[in-house]
Structures are given as structure tokens and as C-alpha cells.
């Protein structure tokens, strides 16, 4: 079973950034997803940032493009895949918890399921909180 671990998170002001890590302990070759959606009390999962790892396709939801950075780790480390989600120029309505996911396993190196139902493997969530 994969495991995923996140770190970072936390509180800033408008304007400012915060950077948020995530590991899946478990390295299979060829495409497969990783990425970040967030969630706020009453509404739905929706995606932030996802990349394909095998591939070279990332994603970002219209809402964070050209504020937010999905960059992977050291992709020699046979064991382990990380990705990193840099938060810049934070808005208040960027404030929810985040969630990481990594789907192990997909179907071509050009794309990544934009629905969180499609991913089963989830970290426990970090609280970003973005106020004056």
C-alpha cells in the first residue's frame, strides 16, 4: 500500500508563499500522477496542481496558474516519488486543506485524471491558511 507523507502548510498573509512537500513511499516506473487538491468545508475536492511523472505534463487549475509551482524531487531515488507545490502571491480564498494524491499507476504519459474520485491513495491533509 502506498503511503504519503506531506509536510508544510501552515499561515500567511495575502502576498505571501508557503511551500508544501509530499512522498509516496512507493516507486513504480512509467506514468503515474502526483499532485495536490484542496478542499473547504461544504464543497468538493477540486484540484490544484497535478504532474505526471512518467510524462512530462503538469496541470494547474486556473485559479493558482501563474502563482503556483508543482515541481518533483530527486527522480534517481528509486524507492520514493516527491513532488513540491510552491504557493506565491497567496490570496485569502487560496485558505483550505490541502490534500496530496498519488495515483501509482496510469494509462498514458500525456495527462492526469482531474477528478478527485479517480485517486484512491490521499495524505492526511494540511491547513493552509492565507488572512491579514
Known amino acids: 500500500q502506498v503511503q504519503i507523507i506531506e509536510s508544510g502548510g501552515g499561515s500567511a498573509q495575502p502576498g505571501g508563499s508557503l511551500i508544501l512537500s509530499c512522498t509516496a513511499t512507493?516507486?513504480?516506473?512509467?506514468?503515474?500522477?502526483m499532485g495536490w487538491f484542496r478542499q473547504v468545508p461544504g464543497k468538493d475536492r477540486e484540484q490544484v496542481a497535478l504532474m505526471n511523472l512518467g510524462g512530462s505534463l503538469t496541470y494547474y487549475d486556473d485559479s493558482v496558474k501563474g502563482r503556483f509551482i508543482l515541481t518533483r524531487g530527486n527522480d534517481r531515488d528509486t524507492t520514493k516519488d516527491t513532488v513540491y507545490l510552491e504557493m506565491n502571491s497567496l490570496e485569502p480564498e487560496d485558505t483550505a486543506m490541502y490534500y496530496c494524491?498519488?495515483?501509482?499507476?496510469?494509462?498514458?504519459?500525456?495527462?492526469?485524471?482531474?477528478?478527485?474520485?479517480?485517486?484512491?491513495?490521499w495524505g492526511q491533509g494540511t491547513r493552509v491558511t492565507v488572512s491579514a
Open positions: 494524491t498519488f495515483l501509482g499507476v496510469y494509462a498514458d504519459y500525456y495527462s492526469c485524471p482531474r477528478m478527485s474520485a479517480a485517486y484512491v491513495d
Open positions: 512507493k516507486f513504480l516506473p512509467g506514468p503515474r500522477c
